[in-house]
């Protein structure tokens, strides 16, 4: 956690908080503007390292990609409050949209998000992956084209899911499942904001796992699962993660894509609703493939190598998996 050392990156770190609640909080299109734009200037200290030539470089494509997003949102808000909102109507809505699409590695504008995951640390992945996507989504939801938003919805989906085959990288396996959930989070807003909120909280406390239980162990790419000597509960944990972040009943994951699915059906939405459960299985699929593999070569373990993980940080883990397993016990509560 190197911010926290650091004051420098302790105070690009506030900024990057409150330029959030400026956004989300501003009562003029301006006002978000300038949110965003220093959501920008603060990110790019915290993922900057001289002694890291990818974290540069990742600093580098960020900022290129998200000083075009903000741009063009501006441009789109002067043409609309120029042509004064009477031609055009269609059009400057799916601008808007574009732009903020932009901003949160959706499709079709999704190519700058798994690259710029490939050089970052596992925590700047962590804020890349759910704090960053919260101005945007909010904004979204302000001016939302909801024909454009529906078709986008579900080329997350597929797009995240073809993506996530034949990856060795965990970061980018993460980058592409975060692009399928981003679709869910997207329906979740159509639908109502307190169920956003709650889907959104459930999966960044999955992130969180997730991202901490690499850091911990310190494995960017999927063949270290095979050959670090890791303890056989910390593998277990893993799998439980991985499954409940691709939303298998009756982890916790699957209680939030429950609910989207039940209000899509309500709403008679069955096409988006038959590819969000497709993408879900075929994700489920992906991890267990890797799940597999990783649990049958518990037996390969080299002597020489020590298990390094600190018994505290294991108990910590398999208290956060056993939340994951309680998600159908969560779940009753809200239907009480």
Not at 210 to 234: K, P, R, T, V
Request: hydrophobic letters at 60%.
């Amino acid at each position: 956690m190197l911010f926290m050392i650091n004051s420098n990156k302790m105070f690009f770190f506030f900024t990057l908080f409150f330029s959030t609640l400026i956004s989300i909080s501003s009562n003029s299109w301006l006002g978000c503007w300038i949110g965003l734009e220093i959501n920008l200037l603060s990110f790019i200290p915290l993922i900057t390292s001289p002694n890291n030539l990818l974290n540069s470089e990742a600093s580098l494509k960020y900022f290129l990609t998200q000083s075009i997003a903000p741009i063009n949102f501006l441009f789109s808000i002067l043409l609309k409050l120029l042509m004064l909102n009477f031609f055009f109507h269609d059009l400057f809505s799916i601008m808007i949209n574009s732009s903020l699409l932009m901003k949160m590695g959706s499709i079709p504008f999704h190519f700058w998000f798994p690259n710029i995951m490939e050089g970052l640390s596992w925590l700047n992945c962590f804020i890349l992956m759910t704090w960053q996507k919260i101005s945007p989504l909010i904004l979204l939801s302000y001016y939302m084209n909801i024909n454009f938003i529906s078709i986008i919805m579900i080329f997350n989906c597929i797009i995240g899911v073809i993506g996530s085959f034949n990856q060795n990288s965990i970061r980018k396996l993460m980058a592409f499942s975060s692009i399928n959930n981003l679709g869910w989070m997207m329906s979740s807003l159509m639908i109502s904001e307190s169920i956003w909120k709650l889907f959104f909280f459930l999966y960044s406390f999955l992130i969180m796992i997730m991202c901490i239980m690499s850091y911990l162990i310190n494995i960017f790419f999927i063949n270290q699962l095979f050959n670090i000597n890791l303890n056989f509960f910390f593998k277990i944990s893993i799998m439980i993660n991985f499954l409940s972040l691709g939303g298998l009943p009756p982890l916790l994951g699957f209680f939030s894509k429950w609910m989207i699915i039940n209000f899509l059906i309500m709403n008679n939405m069955f096409l988006i609703t038959f590819f969000f459960i497709m993408s879900s299985l075929i994700m489920i699929f992906v991890y267990i493939r890797i799940i597999y593999s990783s649990l049958l070569s518990y037996s390969f373990k080299f002597k020489w190598f020590k298990n390094f993980i600190k018994y505290n940080y294991i108990m910590i883990i398999n208290f956060f998996s056993l939340i994951s397993l309680s998600g159908m016990i969560f779940s009753t509560f809200f239907f009480i």
